[in-house]
């Protein structure tokens, strides 16, 4: 399946580097370019900020594992190279969330490891969701929103909402969902079989999450917080410095990382979401009154961004 995957990843790639062009295109080169340009020295800080929404996941994800053998240089490698593996290839959290499990299997568990990485998960989705349904409140206060990404915000809300009704159904009647597809989880692990007891007690730890305390709760949501905090930092901060969005206010840069959050999630599975987010930023900030150039420069900044701490990740990978 090795050559059908990799053709599989390199068509992908080139449908995104069209959609890319074609977008960079219609907005004009020289406005793209200069924006970039008008950045500077500041992408310095601008990656800076992307490591600390690092930062403060892998804070979270030790506050889930509650080991102290998972230290923060671990958990943080980790979530580089997860990062990195996320965006190289189609498979996005497939690829990504193993990836924190293998490189952290010698510091703790794989009971404990994979416990934590689910709900940690768990706590990043939920604060996505409260992100995107203020975005889209935001989003609707605008004038003159297109058809098209009006009912794209509907999209969102119905989503999230059905998110909500299956989170509801699951801490209230806690199937036993990992043990009922114990063969796949079998075949997906690679190995000739997954002892019955270690699926139950990923299962009971994570459900046993309902019975954590409020102030363990609240450091895991405080991190998430903070973690959607620097990435709206990170929007305000490029757009300040961008020509034509130097008046860009923190309502601008919250409404342009929500969309950008909802395109992460929806095109995961493009690599490097080529041509998506320039596209998707573009029309956000057209809306708001910026013009596409300010949102197609934005993507293409962060895009650099996520290369530059990729390369890390693949480092800290290619060493273990």
């Given at each position: 399946?090795?050559?059908?995957?990799?053709?599989?990843?390199?068509?992908?790639?080139?449908?995104?580097?069209?959609?890319?062009?074609?977008?960079?295109?219609?907005?004009?080169?020289?406005?793209?370019?200069?924006?970039?340009?008008?950045?500077?020295?500041?992408?310095?800080?601008?990656?800076?900020?992307?490591?600390?929404?690092?930062?403060?996941?892998?804070?979270?994800?030790?506050?889930?594992?509650?080991?102290?053998?998972?230290?923060?240089?671990?958990?943080?490698?980790?979530?580089?190279?997860?990062?990195?593996?996320?965006?190289?290839?189609?498979?996005?959290?497939?690829?990504?969330?193993?990836?924190?499990?293998?490189?952290?299997?010698?510091?703790?568990?794989?009971?404990?490891?994979?416990?934590?990485?689910?709900?940690?998960?768990?706590?990043?989705?939920?604060?996505?969701?409260?992100?995107?349904?203020?975005?889209?409140?935001?989003?609707?206060?605008?004038?003159?929103?297109?058809?098209?990404?009006?009912q794209l915000a509907e999209v969102i809300v119905m989503a999230i909402v059905i998110a909500v009704v299956i989170?509801?159904?699951?801490?209230?009647?806690?199937?036993?969902?990992?043990?009922?597809?114990?063969?796949?989880?079998?075949?997906?692990?690679?190995?000739?079989?997954?002892?019955?007891?270690?699926?139950?007690?990923?299962?009971?730890?994570?459900?046993?999450?309902?019975?954590?305390?409020?102030?363990?709760?609240?450091?895991?949501?405080?991190?998430?917080?903070?973690?959607?905090?620097?990435?709206?930092?990170?929007?305000?901060?490029?757009?300040?410095?961008?020509?034509?969005?130097?008046?860009?206010?923190?309502?601008?840069?919250?409404?342009?990382?929500?969309?950008?959050?909802?395109?992460?999630?929806?095109?995961?599975?493009?690599?490097y979401r080529l041509g998506i987010d320039e596209a998707g930023s573009g029309a956000v900030a057209q809306v708001?009154?910026?013009?596409?150039?300010?949102?197609?420069?934005?993507a293409l900044v962060r895009r650099l961004r996520i290369m530059v701490l990729n390369v890390f990740g693949l480092?800290?990978?290619?060493?273990?």
């Amino acid at each position: 399946m090795r050559p059908k995957f990799s053709l599989l990843n390199i068509l992908v790639a080139i449908i995104g580097i069209a959609v890319l062009i074609f977008t960079v295109r219609r907005v004009g080169w020289s406005e793209v370019v200069s924006g970039v340009a008008s950045v500077g020295w500041w992408f310095i800080l601008v990656v800076v900020l992307g490591a600390s929404r690092m930062a403060c996941r892998a804070r979270a994800w030790i506050i889930c594992a509650d080991d102290a053998n998972l230290r923060f240089r671990d958990a943080f490698g980790a979530m580089l190279a997860a990062d990195a593996l996320g965006n190289l290839t189609p498979l996005g959290l497939l690829a990504s969330e193993p990836t924190k499990i293998m490189l952290t299997r010698s510091r703790i568990s794989t009971v404990t490891s994979v416990a934590s990485v689910t709900t940690e998960n768990a706590f990043y989705t939920a604060s996505v969701a409260v992100v995107l349904l203020a975005g889209t409140w935001f989003f609707f206060q605008r004038a003159d929103v297109p058809p098209a990404l009006e009912q794209l915000a509907e999209v969102i809300v119905m989503a999230i909402v059905i998110a909500v009704v299956i989170g509801v159904w699951l801490a209230r009647s806690q199937p036993a969902l990992l043990s009922r597809f114990a063969p796949l989880i079998t075949r997906l692990a690679g190995r000739a079989a997954v002892p019955a007891e270690a699926i139950r007690e990923v299962e009971s730890r994570i459900y046993g999450v309902l019975g954590w305390r409020m102030g363990r709760l609240a450091r895991i949501g405080s991190w998430e917080a903070i973690f959607h905090v620097a990435a709206v930092a990170e929007v305000w901060l490029v757009l300040r410095l961008l020509p034509g969005a130097a008046d860009a206010t923190l309502v601008d840069a919250f409404l342009l990382e929500s969309a950008g959050r909802f395109v992460t999630i929806a095109f995961k599975f493009i690599p490097y979401r080529l041509g998506i987010d320039e596209a998707g930023s573009g029309a956000v900030a057209q809306v708001i009154g910026m013009g596409p150039a300010a949102g197609v420069t934005l993507a293409l900044v962060r895009r650099l961004r996520i290369m530059v701490l990729n390369v890390f990740g693949l480092i800290r990978l290619a060493r273990h």
